[in-house]
């Protein structure tokens, strides 16, 4: 089983409000660009008119790896509150 189809068990109990927040001023002067490539989920994205970092938090699979790759510091990174987020499920 590769890892999309492991991925696609999972199930999202969505919140109104996003447990990551970008700061987009650090964001924009950030060359790298780290949490592109190192989300396993692929939430984050650069919108091409504005430059800013897009983030869909809904498919966050809370593993914390942005947070840790952002070395300037522009994630604000929280566990969603109780009863919210990924739901592992293992096939």
Same mark, same amino acid.
């Given at each position: 089983m590769n890892i999309e189809t492991k991925l696609g068990l999972d199930a999202f109990i969505l919140d109104k409000e996003t447990h990551i927040v970008v700061n987009q001023e650090i964001c924009k002067e950030c060359e790298a660009k780290y949490c592109l490539y190192v989300c396993p989920g692929r939430r984050?994205?650069? !919108? @091409? *008119?504005? #430059?800013?970092?897009?983030? *869909?938090?809904g498919g966050c699979l809370e593993c914390g790896t942005?947070?840790?790759a952002c070395v300037d510091g522009a994630?604000?990174? !929280? /566990?969603?509150? #109780? #009863? =919210? #987020?990924? @739901? /592992?499920? =293992?096939g």
């Open positions: 984050y994205s650069v !919108n @091409q *008119e504005t #430059g800013e970092m897009a983030l *869909e938090f942005c947070m840790i994630l604000d990174w !929280n /566990y969603p509150r #109780g #009863g =919210f #987020g990924v @739901q /592992y499920r =293992f």
